[in-house]
C-alpha cells in the first residue's frame, strides 16, 4: 500500500492550501484516514481525521479553519486549510488505517511521504 500526498507549498497568512493524498496498491478497504503535521522541533500531531462513514475529529487549534474529507472511491482524503498561521507550518502526513484481507479484521497504519506546508507571516 503506497500513499501520496501533494498540495504543499508556500503561503501567506490568511491564505489557503487543499492537500489531497491518494492510497494505491493491494488491499480489501480502509477504515480511518488522517492528517498529522510535525513542525520543526516539534512531536508529530494529529490535525484531522475522517472515518469511512463521514465523522470528523479535528485538533482544536485547526478547528473551524480546516476541513477534512475524502472519497472512497478514489481512496483518497482532502485536507482543506484556510485562514493558515505561521503555526501551521509544517510537514503534514496524511495516514491510512488499512484493511488487508476481507479474510482478516486486522488493520495496518500507512504513512505519507510527507508535504511541506510554509505559512509566511
Known amino acids: 500500500v503506497q500513499l501520496q500526498a501533494s498540495g504543499g507549498g508556500l503561503v501567506q497568512a490568511g491564505g489557503s492550501l487543499r492537500l489531497s493524498c491518494a492510497a494505491s496498491?493491494?488491499?480489501?478497504?480502509?477504515?480511518?484516514m488522517g492528517w498529522y503535521r510535525q513542525a520543526l522541533g516539534k512531536q508529530r500531531e494529529l490535525v484531522a481525521d475522517?472515518?469511512?462513514?463521514?465523522?470528523?475529529n479535528y485538533a482544536e487549534s485547526v478547528k473551524g479553519r480546516f476541513t477534512i474529507s475524502r472519497d472512497n472511491a478514489k481512496n483518497t482524503v482532502y485536507l482543506q486549510m484556510n485562514s493558515l498561521k505561521p503555526e501551521d507550518t509544517a510537514i503534514y502526513y496524511c495516514?491510512?488505517?488499512?484493511?488487508?484481507?476481507?479474510?482478516?479484521?486486522?488493520?495496518?497504519?500507512?504513512w505519507g511521504q510527507g508535504t511541506l506546508v510554509t505559512v509566511s507571516s
Open positions: 475522517i472515518t469511512r462513514g463521514g465523522s470528523t
Open positions: 495516514n491510512a488505517e488499512v484493511r488487508r484481507s476481507l479474510l482478516s479484521p486486522t488493520t495496518f497504519h500507512y
Open positions: 496498491g493491494s488491499f480489501f478497504s480502509i477504515d480511518t
